[in-house]
């Protein structure tokens, strides 16, 4: 079992920034790729970016450039910095990581990122 907890979201001006972070706890050293999602109201679910345990990253074009995903295995965090935010960036963000063999998804809750135009 792994919980996640997100921190860090807001309200923010475009064009401004915010950092997300997503601490983990339980069985964490079976924890293998985690990623940031985001739910706009009325959307489905939409992955952003994901890392691997040795740091390998990889984003969805949208937010290439402005997005950067990182991880510091020795504190079982996964951050999100985001800087040049826009107003389509508004979403609830969530935290996943994969655990285990099967890859076993876990989610946190979620944190709220509104940015106004």
């Known amino acids: 079992q792994v919980q996640l907890v997100e921190s860090g979201g807001g309200l923010v001006q475009a064009g401004g920034s915010l950092r997300l972070s997503c601490a983990a706890s339980g069985s964490t050293s079976y924890i293998n790729d985690m990623g940031w999602y985001r739910q706009a109201p009325g959307k489905q679910r939409e992955l952003v970016a994901t890392i691997s345990r040795s740091g390998s990253a990889n984003y969805v074009e949208p937010v290439k450039g402005r997005f950067t995903i990182s991880r510091d295995n020795a504190i079982n965090t996964v951050y999100l910095q985001m800087n040049r935010l826009k107003a389509e960036d508004t979403a609830v963000y969530f935290c996943?990581?994969?655990?285990?063999?099967?890859?076993?998804?876990?989610w946190g809750q979620g944190t709220q990122v509104t940015v106004s135009s």
């Open positions: 996943k990581a994969e655990v285990g063999w099967f890859r076993t998804g876990y």
